[in-house]
């Protein structure tokens, strides 16, 4: 069976400084990961994905995140963070297999302070 | 929101009657999935679709069924509602191309059900 797993319920960071929202999956095969970010009272929106090739990807509004196989791992990353970056972000996975079934973490919440 | 409408937006059921949530697309993609979510547990995957006809379980499909007829429809029903149905349900589509294209979710604006 697939997940995955975001360990980390709630992220402060002052704003200015690099940010990073963690995420780790479980998949046999070749894996899917997204990012999504959800504001409030709102449905989800995409970031990014990873399908395959370069292990670094990048996404809307300057997120970036990495894979890293050896570690089953897909960080969510941005340089910089803003205030308006505040918000619920989900990694999610889904299996190439036919059936898509699409996967979330329980998400974290963001909060960046001015 | 990438052509998806989620109908009702807002609905309050009385416990042990049934209750059926439309998602309704105009992208023609093949994937179609009913999530539901609650503080603390993100998102919940109830059922999904993978074609007209074609659907399958998710993690917490008990008390739930679905029915796709068609492409662009993808309805939810909560057989007899419970209290602890009561969520914000979510309809996502997903074109799921080839070699890895077309392959992120989109999400609709969720429907918020009570169930009292």
């Known amino acids: 069976a697939q997940s995955v797993a975001q360990p980390e319920d709630q992220v402060n960071v002052a704003e200015g400084n690099p940010l990073t929202v963690k995420c780790t999956y479980s998949v046999s095969g070749n894996p899917y990961l997204f990012w999504y970010v959800q504001y409030p009272n709102r449905g989800l929106q995409f970031l990014l994905k990873?399908?395959?090739?370069?292990?670094l990807v990048k996404g809307s509004y300057g997120f970036e995140a990495e894979f890293n196989k050896s570690q089953t791992s897909f960080h969510l990353k941005k340089p910089s963070a803003l205030v308006s970056d505040s918000a619920l972000y989900f990694c999610?996975?889904?299996?190439?297999?036919?059936?898509?079934?699409?996967?979330f973490g329980s998400g974290t919440q963001l909060t960046v302070l001015p | 929101d990438a052509g998806i409408t989620q109908s009702p937006r807002h609905k309050v059921t009385e416990t042990g009657t049934p209750v059926t949530l439309r998602c309704h697309q105009t992208?023609?993609?093949?994937?179609m999935y009913w999530y539901r979510q609650d503080p603390g547990h993100g998102l919940r995957l109830i059922h999904y679709?993978?074609?007209?006809?074609?659907?399958d379980k998710g993690e917490v499909s008990d008390g739930y069924s679905v029915s796709r007829s068609k492409t662009e429809d993808f309805l939810l029903t909560l057989e007899s509602a419970t209290s602890s149905q009561t969520s914000v349900y979510f309809c996502?589509?997903?074109?799921?191309?080839?070699?890895?294209?077309?392959?992120?979710?989109?999400f609709g604006q969720g429907t918020r059900l009570t169930v009292v």
């Open positions: 990873y399908i395959t090739g370069d292990n």
């Open positions: 996502a589509i997903s074109g799921g191309g080839g070699g890895g294209s077309n392959t992120e979710a989109f």
């Open positions: 992208e023609n993609h093949r994937y």
């Open positions: 679709s993978y074609g007209v006809k074609d659907t």
């Open positions: 999610a996975v889904v299996f190439s297999g036919s059936a898509r079934q699409l996967t």
